[in-house]
């Protein structure tokens, strides 16, 4: 897409909401370099050079570390999803979704990232976060959290409104699109959706405002309170504690942060390109060369083995119709 000049779509935040445009953003900001892709390095599961110094102990890694010669480049998380989920494969097609889950590590980097693009401007942004931030005695007690769950989302609120001009690219996501539930593309089956730090942030923080806690901390609460912390370490002494705050659990298992249903993230992505997306299924012939999709063997999945010998075991039974229904 980058070769041929297509840009990605780009959810983004403006004036509270989040929208979500394909003419805000090349992949040259993508990648925050216009260097050509055959000088550009691709590294998977890697630190972020740029910010090792803003923790007081190691960083995770993220999905991929992208940089050039000159040193510049970006840190992302990539989400390949795809089109229709779960939720959706029912609904009318223009209200397909994608399912996103996203990692403890995706709301570290999205503290990160804003903390860098805003670090001239220390002074006001620690004056938005700290009054709840040092309201805050015990960052691990849910009912503390519970008590203070008010002043959290609406400080973050305050904060992202604010600074909404600095957000800048975080997750990729490219989506492939299926014929409703069948493990068939679609004929326009390929596109990017490029969300940035601060929609992500609004995702859960919105999601955290809809569903209020009440005897227990949700993850998007606790997600919430990640980011407030985070970003009050950051702004206030320049580094963070990566390690506690990762464990800050609040009764929630801490292999991931949260999830978003399709049905939760269909009017934040909504763009005709969600429904027809731009890249035709035949680019594949043109990735994938030599023969190499013989070699294919996506986990052997037994549903799909099943599914592809439906007829010939079950006789009559159909089993595209049968999955349909």
């Not at 326009?188 to 940035?196: E, I, L, N, Y």
């Not at 009440?214 to 970003?231: F, G, P």
Request: proline share 5%; net charge neutral; aromatic share 8%.
């Amino acid at each position: 897409m980058r070769d041929e000049g297509i840009k990605p779509v780009y959810v983004h935040t403006s004036e509270g909401e989040i929208i979500a445009s394909d003419d805000k953003i090349s992949f040259d900001d993508v990648f925050n370099s216009n260097a050509p892709n055959k000088l550009l390095r691709f590294d998977f599961e890697a630190k972020f050079p740029g910010f090792c110094g803003y923790s007081f102990d190691s960083l995770e890694s993220i999905d991929l570390v992208v940089s050039d010669s000159k040193g510049a480049g970006r840190p992302l998380e990539v989400k390949l999803t795809v089109l229709p989920d779960q939720t959706t494969f029912r609904k009318k097609e223009d209200l397909w979704g994608c399912e996103l889950v996203v990692r403890p590590v995706s709301v570290i980097y999205a503290a990160l990232t804003i903390y860098h693009s805003l670090i001239d401007r220390k002074e006001e942004a620690l004056k938005l976060l700290e009054k709840t931030a040092l309201g805050v005695g015990d960052w691990t007690n849910t009912s503390e959290i519970l008590v203070h769950q008010k002043q959290i989302l609406v400080t973050l609120e305050s904060f992202l409104d604010a600074f909404s001009d600095s957000q800048v690219p975080l997750i990729l996501q490219p989506i492939w699109k299926t014929q409703g539930k069948l493990p068939e593309l679609a004929d326009q089956a390929f596109d990017v959706f490029v969300w940035s730090n601060m929609a992500l942030c609004r995702l859960f923080l919105n999601q955290a405002k809809a569903n209020p806690a009440t005897k227990k901390v949700s993850r998007h609460l606790r997600a919430s309170t990640r980011l407030l912390r985070c970003l009050y370490d950051l702004f206030s002494t320049g580094q963070m504690r990566r390690s506690e705050i990762v464990r800050m659990a609040l009764g929630n298992q801490t292999d991931k942060e949260f999830s978003a249903s399709g049905a939760v993230t269909n009017p934040y992505m909504k763009h005709p390109r969600l429904t027809v997306p731009r890249v035709h299924k035949s680019v594949l012939s043109k990735i994938i060369l030599n023969g190499g999709e013989k070699n294919l063997s996506p986990e052997r999945r037994f549903d799909a083995t099943i599914f592809f010998t439906a007829t010939e075991l079950f006789g009559k039974t159909d089993p595209v119709s049968k999955l349909i229904t």
